[in-house]
């Protein structure tokens, strides 16, 4: 094999990666209308918050923000080529928060620092742990959150036995200040929804009855659109010889799923406050059919009047309706083959007197 040329990125390898390390990602992205009409495509995520200008501006907006796990994918896939070209798979994530609202025309970029790292035993690969920043024109932050990636090494042949993993918070502490405005009323009729905060109580669960089946097709072009160049999202002829035999579907795309099928059942719970942690439980692929059910964790209240939040569980599951798994783990505390997401996070809800 001829040697690499210095000009060709290659990804980093995990003994590329060093505690502290700060990372400036490159190709920062402008937020058009297409990104927002393909993501609906692509998910058929149905919030009306992000679907009209006019509700948003009944809602006391100017205008209609974009829904926050697009906006998550457009800027989370800056730091791709820098953290996980050369990823075996994306693991998890934490403390994500959501801290200003972005809106077409805004255009987001990323930073990284890395702040764990640990060898696997068996010395072919590790775990970088990176915490993300993701940032407007206006310099104010969008996105923070951490995540970990299992990474291939270099030299399969030296090991290090670093082992130095962070720990993160369970839940997203909750702000006095929520960045989002005082909500004039909600119509009902619009948002498809009559249910409100006072309406949810915890240990309750809902099982979203519809399943979207996701083509290479969609997969392959929603990673395209948020620049995620993972090689085992889009090569296939690398991936042919992989222990998997096929492409993975980029994480994120079932996080998308998730969340649009929860619609049903969540109609009104229109922002994403924070996503408290995920884990990819297992691989997805094109063909498969995702279902989702969706328990109600715990109800927050809040200073203002107008809002509560619902710190939610949403598990979704390949090929299997949500309403027959009881539990997404084994006797054996293990993940169920089929079970692909398992995810906390917490949503703000319209109280009832916001009502029309």
Do not use: C
């Not at 926050?68 to 050369?86: A, E, Y």
Request: hydrophobic fraction near 35%; proline fraction near 4%; avoid cysteine.
């Amino acid at each position: 094999m001829s040697k690499i040329n210095p000009k060709i990125n290659v990804g980093n390898f995990f003994e590329d990666f060093s505690i502290g390390q700060k990372i400036v990602h490159p190709l920062p992205r402008t937020i058009s209308e297409g990104d927002v009409s393909l993501y609906i495509a692509f998910t058929g995520s149905r919030f009306a918050l992000n679907s009209s200008d006019i509700l948003a501006q009944e809602m006391g907006y100017d205008k209609r923000p974009v829904d926050d796990t697009l906006m998550f994918h457009l800027t989370f896939g800056k730091s791709v080529q820098d953290v996980s070209l050369n990823a075996i798979a994306n693991l998890g994530y934490a403390e994500i928060s959501f801290p200003n609202p972005t809106y077409v025309g805004d255009t987001v970029s990323m930073t990284s620092s890395v702040i764990g790292l640990k060898e696997n035993s068996s010395g072919k690969s590790g775990v970088v742990y990176v915490h993300s920043i993701g940032y407007n024109q206006d310099n104010k932050e969008v996105l923070n959150f951490k995540r970990w990636v299992m990474v291939h090494k270099k030299d399969k042949g030296t090991t290090t036995g670093i082992n130095e993993v962070p720990t993160f918070l369970k839940t997203t502490p909750i702000a006095d200040d929520i960045n989002l405005p005082e909500i004039k009323y909600v119509d009902t009729d619009s948002t498809g929804g009559k249910y409100f905060f006072e309406d949810y109580e915890a240990g309750e669960r809902l099982n979203h009855p519809e399943g979207i089946t996701v083509d290479n097709s969609d997969h392959t072009l929603a990673t395209k659109l948020y620049q995620n160049n993972a090689k085992v999202h889009f090569n296939d002829h690398m991936m042919k010889s992989s222990p998997m035999g096929q492409r993975l579907m980029y994480g994120g795309i079932v996080i998308s799923m998730a969340r649009a099928l929860s619609f049903n059942g969540f109609q009104n719970a229109q922002w994403i406050y924070a996503i408290n942690s995920g884990a990819h439980a297992n691989p997805t692929y094109a063909g498969d059919t995702i279902y989702a059910y969706t328990q109600v964790l715990e109800t927050i209240e809040h200073k203002r009047d107008d809002i509560g939040l619902l710190r939610l569980r949403t598990v979704a599951v390949t090929n299997q309706k949500s309403d027959e798994i009881s539990n997404p783990k084994g006797e054996d505390g293990k993940y169920l083959k089929n079970v692909v997401l398992d995810l906390d996070y917490t949503v703000v809800i319209p109280k009832r007197k916001t009502a029309k």
